[in-house]
């Protein structure tokens, strides 16, 4: 059973930055998709990136587009984390922020969320 544990969400400027960390236990993320979905109060949840191996056997990132160009998901294999640099954060980008996996065998897991606030 793969575990995942959110962590970096705060209380932030406009402008501002965050660095968002996902550790996964129980299985390593090499080989698995990896990626942020958000939930801002009041509202549908939303895909916000992805990392996934790619058939060049690189890493391909994806996003949403109202996040491109300020947002920026990566991986460190051996701590077996997740990461998600934001930056020039907007009011709109506060939600709970949710690491996901799927395995290569399409099983999927999800963490319990960390909360971003972007607030003057």
């Known amino acids: 059973q793969v575990q995942l544990v959110e962590s970096g969400g705060g209380l932030v400027q406009p402008g501002g930055s965050l660095r968002l960390s996902c550790r996964a236990s129980?299985?390593?993320?090499?080989?698995?998709?990896m990626g942020w979905d958000r939930q801002a109060l009041g509202k549908q949840r939303e895909w916000v990136a992805t990392d996934s191996l790619g058939s060049s056997g690189y890493y391909v990132d994806t996003y949403v587009e109202s996040v491109k160009g300020r947002f920026t998901i990566s991986r460190d294999n051996a701590k077996n984390t997740l990461y998600l640099q934001m930056n020039d954060l907007k009011p709109e980008d506060s939600a709970i922020y949710f690491c996901g996996a799927t395995t290569p065998y399409g099983n999927h897991y999800w963490g319990q969320g960390t909360q971003v606030t972007v607030s003057s």
């Open positions: 129980g299985g390593y993320i090499s080989t698995y998709a």
